[in-house]
Nanobody, 116 residues
Framework: QVQLVESGGGLVQAGGSLRLSCAASGSIFSINDMGWYRQAPGKQRELVARITTSGARTNYADSVKGRFTISRDNAKNTVSLQMNSLKPEDTGVYYC?????????WGQGTQVTVSS
């Protein structure tokens, strides 16, 4: 059974930083690209960052490019998202999942709120 548990969210002022972590149990981690997704209030969930299985390649949504960094530790089955220079429009619930996502893997997410 696969479980993805996100943590690290919180309330931060614009310009601040947060680091999100996702712990994966089960067998999916080492054989899949992983992604961080966010769902802003009233909007659909979107992919903001993606990392290949080996960690060699990353991709970012244009809205976060240059501010967010995704990384993974395959030995620990974790994937992280370092978020710098946060903006109010980064507010939302952040989830990790494989990329592309599998509906059965969505966790509870972690709330990020950026105040202006």
């Amino acid at each position: 059974q696969v479980q993805l548990v996100e943590s690290g969210g919180g309330l931060v002022q614009a310009g601040g930083s947060l680091r999100l972590s996702c712990a994966a149990s089960g067998s999916i981690f080492s054989i899949n690209d992983m992604g961080w997704y966010r769902q802003a209030p009233g909007k659909q969930r979107e992919l903001v960052a993606r990392i290949t299985t080996s960690g060699a390649r990353t991709n970012y949504a244009d809205s976060v490019k240059g501010r967010f960094t995704i990384s993974r530790d395959n030995a620990k089955n974790t994937v992280s998202l370092q978020m710098n220079s946060l903006k109010p429009e980064d507010t939302g619930v952040y989830y990790c999942n494989r990329a592309p996502p599998y509906s059965g893997y969505w966790g509870q997410g972690t709330q990020v709120t950026v105040s202006s």
